[in-house]
């Protein structure tokens, strides 16, 4: 089997905008926007993995993508399906359904760990605190932290690429 090198450029643009997502939501002050931007970037190049996989391997992949699709959970079949529906959200109707609410935090938490961090003031007080952004998908009524949920999403991700590889070596 020759190399699946478009598959492999997917692959690492999911990760690349998985890290920019967790960079951005970690970043008080940041406009929105860049959140939800890099959402969709990542939400679209992980849906592009399997289509580049097909693309390069079309006759395997169809025959081997069902059996590891029945080989998942119920769980990560329907985290599969959501993320595909939130993809078609942010491609078709402009936005996912990820929504914005805001978290007090203490500053040391949030500022750069290369800088550190120091205060004064009664110790009763405690730190000083910032409102941070928190992103959250409502998936069957409970609510999910969207990066937590990607970062899930991402692990289906690698298993697909890295079981199709072990699969057809």
């Keep these: 089997m020759p190399p699946l090198d478009k598959t492999d450029r997917k692959h690492l643009e999911t990760h690349f905008f998985f890290r920019q997502l967790y960079a951005r939501q970690a970043r008080p002050g940041a406009p929105a926007e860049e959140f939800e931007f890099y959402l969709s970037a990542f ?3 992980a849906r592009s993995v399997t289509f580049a996989l097909q693309f390069e391997q079309k006759a395997l992949y169809n025959a081997w993508f069902p059996d590891w699709l029945a080989a998942r959970t119920q769980e990560e079949r329907d985290l599969l399906d959501f993320m595909k529906e939130q993809r078609n959200a ?7 359904d990820a929504s914005q609410s805001w978290e007090e935090m203490p500053l040391h938490r949030v500022a750069h760990p290369r ?3 120091y205060w004064t003031g009664p110790v009763e007080s405690g730190p000083p605190t ?12 409970t609510p999910q ?3 937590e949920t ?9 298993r697909l690429v890295n079981d199709f590889k072990a699969t057809h070596p």
């Excluded at 990607?150 to 690698?158: A, E, K, P, T, V």
Aim: hydrophobic share 40%; proline share 3%; with cysteine.
């Design 115 to 117: 800088y550190g961090f």
């Design 145 to 147: 932290e969207v990066l």
């Design 150 to 158: 990607c970062g899930r999403y991402l692990d289906l991700i690698n």
């Design 130 to 141: 910032v409102m941070v952004p928190t992103y959250t998908f409502n998936i069957d009524g």
């Design 90 to 96: 942010a491609q078709k109707r402009g936005a996912t």
């Design 43 to 45: 939400l679209s190049a």
